[in-house]
C-alpha cells in the first residue's frame, strides 16, 4: 500500500506541474514588465517599457493598449511587437486622451509610485497581471529635471525677492519721496503684486510640470486670459499714475499699501485682492492634486474681470 501511495503522490505531483506549466504558456496574463531603457521595474513617463504576455498570439491583429492599475491608456497603443519573445514595446506618454489617467497617477506628487501594468482590448477590460512580476516602480519626481527645477525655482525666488527690496519692481512710478525730511519710496503696487503673484505661480507650474511629464503642451486658455487680466490691470494703473506725484502718501507697509492705497476706506481694492487669493489657491491646488494647471471657467474669469475694472474704475478718483 505505501508502494501505491507513494506512487500516486508522485503522479499527483507531476500532474501538478505539467498542469502549471501548461497554464502558464495558454492562459492570456502579463507576466513580466521591465523597462526599455535599462531592464528594471523603475520607469519615468516618457520612457519605454517592454510588457511580456503568455500567449500573445490570440491578441494578434487586435487593437492592445497598455493599463495602468486597471485604467486605459485609450492611445497608449504598442510601438512594435515581438512575437517571437511575446514581448510588446509602450511609450509611457502623456496626451489629452489619457489627461484623467494622468492626474490620478501623478497627482500629489511623491518620488515614485507603486503600480501594476497590464494590457488589454481597447474600451475592454486589462488582462491578469502577475501581481509581483507586473508591478513597476513609476518615478515621479526622482529625474535630474526636477531637481534642476527646484534649483530654477529657487534661484527665481532669490532674484524676485532681491529685485522687491532692493528696487521699485512692485512700486508706482516716480521718484522717491521726500516726507517731513525724511526718503521714502513710493507706495506698494497692488496691481504689479498681482502680475508678479501669477507670473511666478504660472512659470514655476509649467516648469514643474514639464520637468516630471516632459509635456510642454499645458497651459490652458483659460491660464493666458486671466494673466491678460492682470497685466491689463497693471498697464491701466499704471497709464493712470498717481493724481498727486509730489506728495503721494506711503506707508512702507507692504500690506496696508496694496489694501487701502491712499486712503483708508478703499473697499475695491480689498474685493481684488480676496479674489486674487482664492483663484491663486485654487491654482496651487489642482497643481499639486493632478499635477496640471486649471482651467478656469469663463463665470470666474469675468468675475476677475469686473473686480480688476472695479479696481481701475475706482483707482482714477484716489
Not at 501505491?4 to 501548461?22: E, G
Not at 490652458?220 to 509730489?246: F, H, Y
Amino acid at each position: 500500500m505505501k508502494i501505491i501511495y507513494t506512487a500516486l503522490a508522485l503522479f499527483t505531483a507531476f500532474a501538478s506541474v505539467a498542469y502549471a506549466a501548461t497554464e502558464d504558456t495558454t492562459i492570456l496574463k502579463v507576466k513580466s514588465v521591465k523597462s526599455y531603457e535599462n531592464g528594471t521595474n523603475e520607469i519615468s513617463p516618457n520612457q519605454r517599457i517592454v510588457v511580456a504576455v503568455n500567449h500573445l498570439d490570440s491578441l494578434k491583429g487586435k487593437p492592445i493598449v497598455l493599463f495602468i492599475d486597471g485604467m486605459q491608456l485609450i492611445d497608449c497603443m504598442p510601438l512594435s511587437t515581438n512575437m517571437a519573445k511575446q514581448e510588446l514595446v509602450f511609450l509611457l506618454r502623456r496626451t489629452d486622451s489619457t489627461e484623467n489617467v494622468w492626474k490620478i497617477l501623478l497627482g500629489r506628487p511623491t518620488l515614485s509610485k507603486s503600480v501594476i501594468v497590464s494590457i488589454g482590448i481597447k474600451n475592454s477590460s486589462p488582462i491578469p497581471s502577475d501581481p509581483a512580476e507586473g508591478r513597476i516602480v513609476l518615478d515621479i519626481l526622482k529625474s535630474y529635471l526636477f531637481w534642476v527645477f527646484v534649483a530654477f525655482f529657487l534661484g527665481f525666488l532669490v532674484v524676485i525677492i532681491f529685485l522687491i527690496t532692493k528696487t521699485s519692481l512692485l512700486r508706482d512710478d516716480g521718484p522717491e519721496l521726500n516726507v517731513n525730511g525724511v526718503i521714502k519710496k513710493r507706495m506698494f503696487s497692488l496691481a504689479r503684486t498681482q502680475m508678479l503673484l501669477w507670473t511666478i505661480l504660472v512659470v514655476g507650474s509649467f516648469v514643474l510640470i514639464w520637468s516630471v511629464t516632459g509635456e510642454m503642451n499645458t497651459i490652458p486658455g483659460s491660464i493666458l486670459i486671466l494673466m491678460g487680466i492682470s497685466i491689463a490691470t497693471a498697464l491701466c494703473a499704471r497709464s493712470i499714475g498717481d493724481p498727486q506725484p509730489n506728495d503721494a502718501p506711503t506707508t512702507g507697509n507692504f500690506m496696508k499699501d496694496i489694501m487701502t492705497g491712499s486712503s483708508d476706506n478703499e473697499l475695491h481694492r480689498l474685493q481684488i485682492v480676496i479674489w486674487t487669493i482664492v483663484l491663486a489657491i485654487i491654482f496651487i491646488n489642482s497643481v499639486y492634486e493632478n499635477l496640471a494647471m486649471p482651467d478656469f471657467n469663463g463665470t470666474l474669469l469675468t468675475l476677475m474681470g469686473i473686480s480688476s475694472g472695479t479696481y481701475i474704475g475706482f483707482k482714477l478718483k484716489e
